[in-house]
Structure formats: structure tokens, C-alpha cells
């Protein structure tokens, strides 16, 4: 316990001086076998087994690029490039404010409801911000909106695309502790509604309070309803026969992913969206983004192996159980321990560094790992609106140059006040999670 600590120690300070999070955790976890594997000799020195710490080192290299189950990884990513240069998400937010933008607060309500329809396809937060950023908060301001509203909106809405499925995050989380990709895409699903519903019902009763920071617009007849509406259908009918075949047992994660990937660009060609040159970029940004994905979870494997080598796992899950503590104690000091960390790095850092350790004592504990997975995934989501690190604000008010971290900070609480909410009612009711896997496998 004692050494796994100090690589803790160690590893935090590395992130907290800049070096890269994969440079990191590969340097500690392999100096941390250099030390659990050495051998205290007669002469006083410390010989190691450098061999078999390297050989170890490149065979988890090997094993992770070489992963059938993570292909499905870079087709998602390619999916929702495609998507997204077929302009997805004009459409969505056209769509929700031709429904919702009539009435007060009908914008963030749209905004909402448009990040998490096109969070679920794009898989990333901090990209759905940059990208409904551009879109809704003009268009909000054109309207009068309050800043704090408009802003914290879009931040808020945008972290729910790391659980609606397909979720990139999930699949990294079911593929470190051998959970199932398709139950935990249906364990998301559920939550990932919920919390698009406690944001609106956040917006409501901020606009109740003062119903002069969201002035309504204007309503839209049923024609203009009915083009913004046939506008997405290619992309629902896309979404729906992907998660529904991944759901039925139709086709793997991996092959829904392949036919997502190939129906994304058949959606950007439809919509003469793609040209020789943009379908290059598109290329080389799935594959930079997938080989820095592949590269933390090199990485984090390094590391994890690393803290399993030192037996810290059964010391903790041993003292656990010594201690006869209530079970749900010990996932609410897991849960601040989430929110601690959220405070001084990413979400992605958080689950690789965090899970190893976590998940054996979760287990022991007998909880179920799946239903763990969603907690964590939305504890990770409150991180990203959390100050006074939270990466969906920093990277709005990066966009938008009349925006302050402050400004949006001010705006995020109530919205916040809905995730702790929504955190709250998956522990205390594990079947919001569990019903839909449980019925389906």
C-alpha cells in the first residue's frame, strides 16, 4: 500500500507539473515495477529485472493496438465526424427551437436538447461545446438572453454526451473492467434521459425566478416544424438502427460501429458535405484523436498493472471488509474522491487513474460493476462544470471572447444542483441504471 501511495504521490505531481498524462503514467508504472520486481542483494544494490519489466511493458502496448473490441473506438469517433461535417448540429438545434424556442427559456431548453442529441452521435463534450457554442449562444444573445443562462447551458448540456450511448467513455470504462459495452450502453441510456430532463426542469426554474433573462421567440407554424424535423430524420433512423441492433443482439458494438462509420459518410455525401480534401481531414482527425486514446490507455494499463503488482487492491478491499463499514459509505467517499479530482484534472484522467483501484473493492463489495460504471461516468460529468477546473468552461470561453470563466461559473450552479440530484437518485435507486440491461439481457 505503502508504494502505491508514493506512485500516486508521485504521478499527481507529474500532472500537476504539465508533463503529459501518457508520459506520466508510463514513467511511473515503469519505474513502479522496477521497484515491487527488484531484488535486495548481499552488496546492498537493488538489481532489477529489466527484461521482463520491458517485455511486460511492450506486450500491453501489443495487446491493446492489436484489440479487436477496440476498433470500435475509432469507427464511433469516425461516425461522429461524419456526422458532424454533414452539420448535424445546426440541424438539431434548428429542430429544438422550432419545438421549444417560444417560449421563455425555450432556447436553453433547445440547447440542451440539442447538445445531448448530438453529444450521444459526436461522443465528446468538450467538442459538442465548441461546436453548439458557435451555434446556440449567438442565437440566444440575439434574443436577450441573460449571459449566465446562455452560457452555463451550453456547458452543462454538452457533458451529457459521455453517457447517452455510443459513449467512448463507457467503452474505455467496459473494457478495463470486462464489463459488457452493449449493457453498459443500455445502462446509460436511461440516466443520460434523466439528466436532460432535471437540466430543463433547471432552466424552468431559473426562468420562474426571473422570467426577464429569457425572453421568448418566436413560434413556428407546423411547416417549418415539419422541414426541420425532415432535416435529422437520416441521422435518427442511423442512431436508432445502430443502438437498436446493438440492443437486440442484432450485431457487436464493433460491427454497429462499423455500420455507423459507413452510414455517416453516406449521410455527408447525401448532403454534398464532403470533398477530397475535407474527407482527408476528417481521417487524420479520427486517427490522431484514436492514437492519443490508445496511448492514455497504454498508459494507464502500465500504471494499473503497476498498482495490482503491489497488492494494494486486496490490502484496501481486506481493510474494507475488516472494518465492516455500510457499503454505501464507502461509495460516497468514492464519489468525493471523484469531485476532488475533478477539481485538478479532466475526465478521462480521472477514470484511468481511479477505476483500477476502485472497481476490485466495488466488486468485493458486491455491487454491481455496471451500475458502478454509470455513477462514475456521471460523477465525471459534474467534473466538467465543477470550478475551478472545468473544462467545458474553459473551452466556451475560449470560443467566445466576450465570455469569462466567472460569467459561466455563475450560471453552472443550478445545473450542477441537477447532476447531484441525478447522482443521488442512481445510488439510492440502482434500477433507473439496471432496468433497461436487465430486461433486455
Known amino acids: 500500500m505503502t508504494v502505491a501511495l508514493a506512485g500516486f504521490a508521485v504521478l499527481l505531481f507529474l500532472i500537476l507539473l504539465r508533463m503529459p498524462l501518457v508520459a506520466a503514467m508510463g514513467l511511473v508504472g515503469f519505474f513502479g515495477f522496477a521497484v515491487t520486481q527488484g531484488l535486495f542483494t548481499e552488496t546492498g544494490l537493488w538489481e532489477f529485472n529489466w527484461k521482463g519489466i520491458v517485455y511486460l511493458i511492450a506486450r500491453t502496448a501489443v495487446s491493446v493496438t492489436q484489440s479487436y473490441e477496440l476498433s470500435v473506438i475509432p469507427l464511433f469517433l469516425l461516425m461522429g465526424d461524419f456526422v458532424a461535417q454533414g452539420g448535424l448540429s445546426k440541424d438539431l438545434y434548428r429542430l429544438a427551437q422550432a419545438y421549444f424556442g417560444y417560449k421563455r427559456g425555450g432556447l436553453a431548453v433547445a440547447t440542451i436538447v440539442a447538445c445531448g442529441g448530438f453529444s450521444s452521435v459526436c461522443g465528446s463534450s468538450l467538442a459538442t461545446t465548441a461546436t453548439m457554442g458557435r451555434i446556440a449562444y449567438p442565437e440566444m444573445k440575439r434574443l436577450n438572453y441573460a449571459t449566465h443562462l446562455a452560457s452555463a447551458s451550453i456547458s452543462a448540456g454538452s457533458t451529457l454526451g459521455i453517457l447517452i450511448p455510443p459513449s467512448v467513455i463507457l467503452i474505455i470504462y467496459g473494457l478495463m473492467t470486462e464489463q459488457s459495452i452493449r449493457e453498459l450502453f443500455a445502462?446509460?441510456?436511461?440516466?443520460?434521459?434523466?439528466?436532460?430532463v432535471l437540466y430543463v426542469a433547471a432552466v424552468k426554474l431559473v426562468v420562474w425566478r426571473n422570467p426577464n433573462?429569457?425572453?421568448?421567440?418566436?413560434?413556428?407554424?407546423?411547416?417549418?416544424?415539419?422541414?426541420?424535423?425532415?432535416n435529422v430524420y437520416h441521422t435518427v433512423l442511423l442512431f436508432t438502427v445502430i443502438m437498436g441492433g446493438i440492443y437486440f443482439g442484432v450485431f457487436t458494438p464493433t460491427e454497429a460501429a462499423g455500420i455507423g462509420a459507413f452510414g455517416g459518410f453516406l449521410i455527408s455525401l447525401f448532403r454534398r458535405a464532403l470533398s477530397v480534401t475535407i474527407l482527408i481531414d476528417i481521417l487524420k482527425n479520427t486517427a490522431v484523436t484514436s492514437v492519443k486514446l490508445f496511448s492514455l490507455l497504454i498508459g494507464a494499463l502500465i500504471f494499473s498493472r503497476f498498482i495490482s503488482n503491489t497488492g494494494a487492491v486486496e490490502e484496501l478491499s481486506a481493510f474494507i471488509g475488516a472494518q465492516q463499514v455500510n457499503p454505501y459509505l464507502v461509495i460516497a467517499l468514492m464519489m468525493l474522491v471523484y469531485v476532488a479530482l475533478g477539481m485538478i484534472l479532466e475526465s478521462l484522467s480521472m477514470i484511468l487513474l481511479t477505476v483500477p483501484l476502485f472497481f476490485p473493492v466495488v466488486a468485493q463489495l458486491g455491487f454491481d460493476l455496471v451500475w458502478f460504471g454509470i455513477l462514475v461516468v456521471v460523477i465525471t460529468e459534474i467534473s466538467l462544470i465543477t470550478p475551478p477546473v472545468g473544462l467545458n468552461v474553459f473551452v466556451l470561453s475560449s470560443i467566445i471572447r466576450d465570455l469569462t470563466?466567472?460569467?459561466?461559473?455563475?450560471?453552472?450552479?443550478?445545473?450542477?444542483?441537477?447532476?447531484?440530484?441525478?447522482?443521488?437518485?442512481?445510488?439510492?435507486?440502482?434500477?433507473?441504471?439496471?432496468?433497461?440491461p436487465g430486461l433486455l439481457y
Not at 409 to 431: E, Q, T
Open 187 to 196: 445502462a446509460g441510456f436511461l440516466p443520460g434521459l434523466l439528466g436532460i
Open 213 to 230: 433573462i429569457a425572453p421568448a421567440g418566436a413560434r413556428e407554424d407546423r411547416r417549418a416544424k415539419w422541414r426541420a424535423l425532415k
Open 405 to 436: 470563466p466567472k460569467q459561466i461559473f455563475r450560471g453552472v450552479l443550478p445545473f450542477w444542483c441537477a447532476d447531484i440530484a441525478r447522482l443521488l437518485l442512481l445510488v439510492a435507486f440502482p434500477a433507473v441504471s439496471l432496468w433497461l
